[in-house]
Every structure is written in structure tokens, then in C-alpha cells.
Nanobody, 129 residues
Framework: QVQLLESGGALVQAGESLRLSCVVS????????TAWFRQAPGKERDLVAA????????YYVDSVKGRFTISRENAKNKMSLQMNSLKPEDTAVYYC??????????????????????WGQGTQVTVSS
């Protein structure tokens, strides 16, 4: 059974930092690309950042470029999202996701939400102004 478990969500003030973590079990993590998505109240779930299983290609949505950093530790089946200079508009439930085994390595593939088969339950991030 595939499980993705997020942690690290919290209530913070604007300008502060948070680090989200996601541990993956039961899935071929080492050959899966992984990503963070977020869903704000009343909005669709959107891709925030993604990374290939080798860690050599990353993708970020424009609104988080320069503030967020995605990373992964294959030996620990773990991925992280370092979020700096948080803004109220970053408030959302954050989900980690994994594609499953794949050999595709393009940015277009990383940025396609439909490629992600496995999802966590989400962790709440709230940024107050």
C-alpha cells in the first residue's frame, strides 16, 4: 500500500519560513518524480514545485520562484519543501505527490498534474498578515 505522509504545516506570520516534509512508503520512490501541490479554500489544487527522481531537474510555479526550494533524500524516501518569505497568499493545504516509476524527465512532464498517481492527505499552512 502506497502512503505519503506530510508534516510541517503551521500558522506563521508573513515573512517567516516553514519546512514541509513528506515521507513515502510502499512506493518505488527512487524512480518516481515528486511534487508539492497546494489548494486554497474555494480554489483548485495547483502545482507548486516538482523534482525528478534524480534531483537534477526542478520546476517551480512563478509565484514561488526564489522563495521555495524543493528537495529530496532518496535514501530516506523523503522529500521536502523549504518555504521562505511566506505571504498570506501562500495559505493553503499542501499535498505531496509522486508519479510512480517513470523514465520521462522533461519539465513539461514534471509540470503535468495528471502524471502524479500517489497523493498524501495534506498539511495546512496558514500565513497571517
Amino acid at each position: 500500500q502506497v502512503q505519503l505522509l506530510e508534516s510541517g504545516g503551521a500558522l506563521v506570520q508573513a515573512g517567516e519560513s516553514l519546512r514541509l516534509s513528506c515521507v513515502v512508503s510502499g512506493a518505488p520512490f527512487k524512480r518516481s518524480h515528486t511534487a508539492w501541490f497546494r489548494q486554497a479554500p474555494g480554489k483548485e489544487r495547483d502545482l507548486v514545485a516538482a523534482v525528478t527522481w534524480l534531483g537534477d531537474i526542478t520546476y517551480y510555479v512563478d509565484s514561488v520562484k526564489g522563495r521555495f526550494t524543493i528537495s529530496r533524500e532518496n535514501a530516506k524516501n523523503k522529500m521536502s519543501l523549504q518555504m521562505n518569505s511566506l505571504k498570506p497568499e501562500d495559505t493553503a493545504v499542501y499535498y505531496c505527490a509522486a508519479t510512480g516509476i517513470t523514465i520521462a524527465t522533461s519539465t513539461d512532464y514534471l509540470a503535468n498534474p495528471q502524471k502524479y498517481k500517489y497523493w498524501g492527505q495534506g498539511t495546512q499552512v496558514t500565513v497571517s498578515s
